[in-house]
Structures are given as structure tokens and as C-alpha cells.
């Protein structure tokens, strides 16, 4: 008779053990699901940040090398105006020491002018090159945060 009390009691003990169990996967597979759900979200908007900054970076670089063409075209009409000037002062020298004369101070006006558009130029393309580069160092800088706190 002993068996007749304790089979009822172990049926009940394993069902309860099932039950158990069962909720336990339940909730352990929801909990993944969760965090799968969660990551491939977080995952998703990183995507779209680092397409944000890449546009940006675009849109920096496309309306500096706007300016410097603009700022080229300037320069060579300026240059281009300055020489027909010269070339025309040239002509109305009345000797040889006064056309050398002309063409040294020529010259070195277009020297310094050319030297200082390079300089200027130069200052304009670093700016430029850390405009356009900021959006994906910020994005470089967001991946070492995220692999950071991965590993801890």
C-alpha cells in the first residue's frame, strides 16, 4: 500500500518538477528573446548614426571644395587681371632699366600673392579636412565606447 501513496505523491513531485522547469525555460527564452530584440535595436540606430555622420562628412567636404574652387577661380581671374596690368605697363616702358624695373616689381607682387593665397589656402584645407573628418571620428570614437563596454 505504500506504493499506492507514494506513486500519486512522485507523479506530483515530477509534475511540479516540469512546471519548474518549464517556466524557468520560459522565461529564461523570453528574457534572450529580450535582449536580442534590444540589441538588434541598439545595432539598428548605430547603423543609422554612423550613415548620419557619413553624410555629414559629405556634406562638409562637398560645400568646402565648393569654396576652395570658387576660391581658385577668384585667385586666377585676380592673377589673370594683375598680369594683362603688367603686360600693358610693360609695353609704355621707355627703356630697357624701366621695363626690368616693371617686370622685377611684377614679379615679385605675384610671388607674394602667390605665396600668400597658398598659405591661406593651406589654413583652408586643414579646417576643411578637420570639418569633414569630425562626424566619423565622433563615430570611431562611439565604436570604441560601445567595444569598451562590451568587454567589461
Known amino acids: 500500500m ?3 501513496k507514494t506513486a500519486p505523491r512522485a507523479a506530483k513531485t515530477a509534475t ?10 520560459t522565461e529564461t527564452v523570453r528574457e534572450n528573446i529580450d535582449r536580442s530584440i534590444a540589441a538588434f535595436s541598439e545595432a539598428s540606430s548605430f547603423g543609422k ?3 548620419e555622420a557619413w553624410l555629414a ?11 576652395l574652387s570658387a576660391r581658385a577661380v ?4 585676380a592673377a589673370l587681371e594683375s598680369h ?3 603686360t600693358k605697363s610693360l609695353m609704355t616702358s621707355k627703356s630697357v ?29 586643414q579646417g ?13 570614437n562611439a565604436v570604441g565606447q560601445l567595444v569598451q563596454n562590451v568587454g567589461r
Open 49 to 51: 548614426q554612423n550613415m
Open 16 to 25: 511540479e518538477a516540469f512546471e519548474t522547469f518549464t517556466a524557468t525555460s
Open 97 to 125: 632699366q624701366e621695363f626690368a624695373e616693371k617686370q622685377n616689381d611684377y614679379a615679385k607682387g605675384a610671388f607674394e600673392a602667390y605665396v600668400a593665397e597658398v598659405t591661406e589656402v593651406s589654413e583652408l584645407v
Open 2 to 4: 505504500a506504493t499506492a
Open 128 to 140: 576643411l579636412a578637420k570639418e569633414t573628418l569630425q562626424p566619423i571620428n565622433e563615430r570611431v
Open 74 to 77: 577668384a585667385y586666377q581671374k
Open 57 to 67: 562628412s559629405a556634406t562638409a567636404a562637398q560645400k568646402g571644395f565648393e569654396m
Open 84 to 86: 594683362v596690368a603688367a
